[in-house]
């Protein structure tokens, strides 16, 4: 029995070691929109939900060099719905940077160097530039003042 016990205690242990400095990587605004998105995946007849490649991004915006997450909707699929995370206006990306999660809708996004300064461009429905969803249409986003700045 005793050492029954002593290998159940040891397998909790590595399992411990194991999870436990995963979930310490990721900051709390990440884990709890993973949470949100597996939910949501479960809500519809009992979905899984895959994490294909590129769904969580390491990106420098804040100049810090310290890296910020880009965790994008597009690289996500729910097994019981097609369409969960993305429509015709776009996919829904989070932004995790200074502990802060803020979300945009988009149809793609890149991160760019400009004159030393990142620069989130992100390609957006063609009804924010006054069009339909065919016309071609871009906003830029900065990091400044602790929040992401553009000009609408």
């Known amino acids: 029995m005793d050492s029954q016990i002593r290998t159940i205690t040891a397998v909790a242990f590595v399992l411990t070691s194991i999870v436990s400095p995963i979930q310490a990587q990721e900051p709390e605004p990440t884990l709890k929109i993973l949470r949100q998105l597996r939910a949501e995946c479960a809500g519809w007849a009992n979905g899984v939900l895959e994490m294909k490649p590129g769904s969580l991004t390491q990106v420098e915006l804040t100049g810090d060099d310290a890296p910020e ?84």
């Open 69 to 152: 997450e880009i965790i994008d909707s597009s690289r996500f699929q729910c097994s019981s719905a097609a369409s969960l995370y993305c429509g015709t206006g776009g996919c829904s990306i989070w932004v995790i940077a200074e502990g802060k999660a803020t979300s945009l809708l988009v149809k793609d996004w890149q991160v760019v160097d400009h004159f030393g300064t990142p620069v989130l461009l992100s390609r957006i429905h063609g009804s924010e530039c006054g069009g339909d969803n065919t016309r071609l249409c871009m906003r830029a986003y900065v990091w400044s003042d602790g929040a992401l700045q553009t000009v609408d």
